[in-house]
């Protein structure tokens, strides 16, 4: 199974030119699924969660040799996947030429609702079109903290800042999702 | 309790769904994109490798040109000194007779025979003369 394979392991086969593949394969075989949720929760449309995760695999091959150990592995590779999605959501929206709040909202409403890859489950329908409203990073902190409860201090090691202010930004999403959901 | 109780209210779970076989193809996509970088990231290492052979070789045949060229002009040095060396050992050892018959005469142009004098050839000479041959 990939996920008895210790990230150790991986970094070590990763560190030898000709094993490099096969850590990378198997690094592959055992964030995949991670690397994708985590991305996909944030920009919501499976194509473009295929499309960031690819270019996120990439860019770990590329520069894995600079990882130095100071966070986790998975924390290292949660932070290039969540800096690649930012800067894809920064991109779409000036794609998409989007210059207000309730442009957005309607944009996402409609994104929501023409999605073929999620649960016809209405409460999680609403839930996820409560969490795109939310503003890109405050998203993303949600989306790690809400489904991952991945702790504040190796979410400092992602974002940076305080813990104080990342709990603060949780608090604010929270509050804004619930308002949402009582709303409908 | 970080969740307010709506949020408690909602089933943790996972709505995204995606196409059958998705994660095996994600793999096995991106792993074609690795082998594909390995190899330009290869080729580029030969050409390099190939282009500084190139150059080490172009600069051991000029190196060499410029050798060979530097060999000639001690060659024809030494011819020269030789030429000399000899030329001076015949004069000591030659009479008049000899230097008259060795070299070749003297052309005395009379005075009235300056009509005949091809102008031409002069000229030439002072012209070869003014020029400034520092520019």
């Known amino acids: 199974m990939p996920q008895d394979i210790s990230d150790q392991e991986i970094i070590e086969l990763f560190g030898k030119e000709r094993t490099k593949e096969q850590g990378f394969n198997l690094l592959v075989k055992k964030y995949k699924q991670d690397i994708y949720f985590t991305i996909r929760r944030l920009v919501f449309n499976h194509e473009d969660a295929n499309d960031i995760s690819q270019n996120v695999l990439i860019k770990i091959w590329t520069h894995l040799d600079q990882?130095?150990?100071?966070?986790?592995?998975?924390?290292?590779?949660?932070k290039v996947a969540v800096n690649e999605t930012l800067t894809f959501l920064d991109r779409k929206?000036?794609?998409?030429?989007?210059?207000?709040?309730?442009?957005?909202?309607?944009?996402?409403?409609?994104v929501v609702a023409e999605d073929r890859f999620l649960s016809s489950d209405k409460i999680q329908q609403l839930l996820q079109e409560a969490i795109q409203q939310l503003p890109e990073k405050q998203?993303?902190?949600f989306t790690l903290r809400y489904y991952d409860e991945m702790p504040y201090e190796e979410m400092t090691k992602i974002f940076g800042?305080?813990?104080g202010g990342l709990k603060a930004s949780y608090h604010f999403a929270v509050q804004k999702v619930e308002e949402f959901l009582s709303k409908h | 309790m970080e969740n307010t109780e709506i949020l408690q209210q909602v089933p943790k779970k996972n709505p995204f769904q995606v196409p059958e076989n998705y994660f095996d193809d994600l793999e096995n996509d991106v792993m074609a994109k690795v082998r594909q970088e390995q190899k330009v990231v290869k080729h580029r290492k030969i050409y390099t490798i190939a282009a500084a052979v190139a150059a080490v070789a172009v600069l051991v045949i000029v190196l060499n040109i410029?050798?060979?060229?530097?060999?000639?002009?001690?060659?024809?040095?030494?011819?020269?000194e030789n030429a000399v060396n000899t030329d001076q050992k015949l004069l000591a050892s030659a009479n008049d007779n000899d230097i008259t018959a060795t070299y070749?005469?003297?052309?005395?142009?009379e005075e009235s025979n300056l009509d005949n004098v091809d102008y031409q050839i002069i000229d030439y000479?002072?012209?070869?003369?003014s020029e400034d041959y520092l520019y």
């Open chain 2, 66 to 80: 410029g050798l060979f060229s530097t060999g000639n002009d001690t060659q024809n040095q030494n011819l020269a």
């Open chain 1, 139 to 141: 998203r993303a902190v």
């Open chain 1, 93 to 110: 929206k000036k794609v998409l030429n989007i210059i207000d709040e309730e442009g957005y909202n309607d944009y996402v409403t409609k």
């Open chain 1, 161 to 163: 800042g305080t813990e």
């Open chain 2, 125 to 129: 000479y002072d012209d070869e003369m």
């Open chain 2, 104 to 109: 070749d005469p003297i052309v005395v142009i």
């Open chain 1, 67 to 78: 990882y130095r150990g100071e966070a986790g592995l998975k924390t290292w590779i949660t």
